[in-house]
């Protein structure tokens, strides 16, 4: 059985917002894989106010970061109720999108898409994922 390990590394969003003087958050539902890879837990979390979507899937990314697998950065674009997360593969990365696990995949991209797709007030209503603007097969 496929085991999950988290790690925690800062990989930042391509475009960052702006840092405003008020340090305005908001609380969102993140979901991530438990260990097994067989469901998405919900845990409430503060993410800032002026960026709340792109700052909950970098948190979700963030995990996912592994010794041989590691993205440098991402985007999300939300447009018509339908977000498209976009990522960029560190160079350092030993291993592709293509090369994860179906427990690593459903870890990532479960659970950013349960995580966008839940939290009503984003009003996203499905989740594209690209890598350098080329849609994902998985």
Do not use: H
């Not at 339908?82 to 690593?104: G, H, N, Y």
């Not at 898409?113 to 350098?132: A, G, Y």
């Amino acid at each position: 059985m496929a085991q999950l390990r988290a790690r925690t590394t800062k990989i930042e969003p391509l475009e960052a917002a702006p840092k405003t003087e008020t340090s305005k958050t908001v609380n969102v539902t993140l979901y991530t894989s438990d260990t097994q890879c067989q469901e998405l837990i919900p845990q409430k979390v503060e993410v800032p106010a002026t960026e709340p979507v792109a700052s909950a899937v970098g948190k979700i990314v963030a995990e996912r970061d592994t010794a041989d697998f590691s993205l440098s950065g991402y985007r999300v674009n939300v447009k018509n109720g339908v977000a498209t997360v976009d990522l960029r593969l560190s160079p350092q990365s030993k291993r592709q999108i293509a090369s994860l696990s179906s427990c690593e995949q459903f870890a990532l991209f479960g659970s950013v898409r349960k995580t966008l797709m839940s939290n009503s007030q984003w009003k996203i209503k499905d989740v594209r994922f690209t890598e350098k603007g080329e849609e994902i097969v998985l």
